[in-house]
């Protein structure tokens, strides 16, 4: 909690410029500037530390792929922004928990923000599910697919890697693979 008084705050437009820059520095700033007003939110209404933690690392997660995808516009400033969506979390954490008690001791404006934290949870829901997805697919498949996607390998190392005759081989292969992956996928739903 110490840190705040050592921690320069970030300006707003900095840390959008250094989330879209992808800039390390910018984000520990962030981490460090805004941590000790979620950590009073969460252990003013039954939370802990660790819970705080939680918290204020999704709600990092969420404004950085809303910033990623190019849809985000602040209306607010930052502050106002990420303690709403740590308080939308930890209410919804609390209501999981059966430790909401029907209001909340808030300190902070805030603002509706729902939606997003809505749909970075249906985001979650929908990458776990493909990673589960990806773990039913068996060799070489999985491998395959995380070559290419999550690796960037192109198509003519993963040919070398799997001993196909050519690269175009290996694309048909991968796109097998990618069919199979999409089934195994919606036969979760």
Same mark, same amino acid.
């Given at each position: ?13 900095? =840390? ?9 520095? =910018? ?8 941590? +000790? ?9 039954? %939370? ?21 995808? %190019? ?59 493909? %990673?589960?997805?990806? %773990?039913?697919?068996?060799? +070489? ?49």
């Amino acid at each position: 909690m110490n840190n705040q008084l050592n921690v320069e705050i970030p300006a707003d437009s900095e =840390v959008i410029l250094g989330i879209l820059n992808n800039s390390d520095s =910018v984000l520990k700033r962030l981490y460090l500037a805004y941590f +000790p007003m979620i950590l009073q939110l969460v252990i003013n209404n039954n %939370g802990s530390e660790d819970d705080a933690k939680d918290i204020y690392q999704e709600a990092i997660i969420v404004l950085y792929n809303k910033v990623k995808r %190019g849809d985000f516009e602040l209306s607010s400033k930052l502050k106002t922004y990420i303690y709403s969506i740590c308080r939308r979390l930890w209410l919804k954490r609390l209501k999981q928990m059966n430790r909401y008690g029907g209001d909340i001791k808030d300190f902070e404006d805030h603002l509706p923000v729902e939606d997003e934290v809505e749909s970075h949870q249906d985001r979650d829901l929908q990458l776990n599910k493909m %990673g589960e997805a990806l %773990g039913l697919l068996g060799e +070489p498949c999985k491998t395959i697919i995380e070559d290419y996607y999550m690796h960037s390998k192109s198509m003519q190392d993963i040919c070398e890697r799997f001993g196909y005759t050519n690269a175009d081989n290996a694309k048909t292969q991968k796109y097998k693979c990618l069919q199979r992956l999409k089934k195994l996928f919606f036969q979760q739903h």
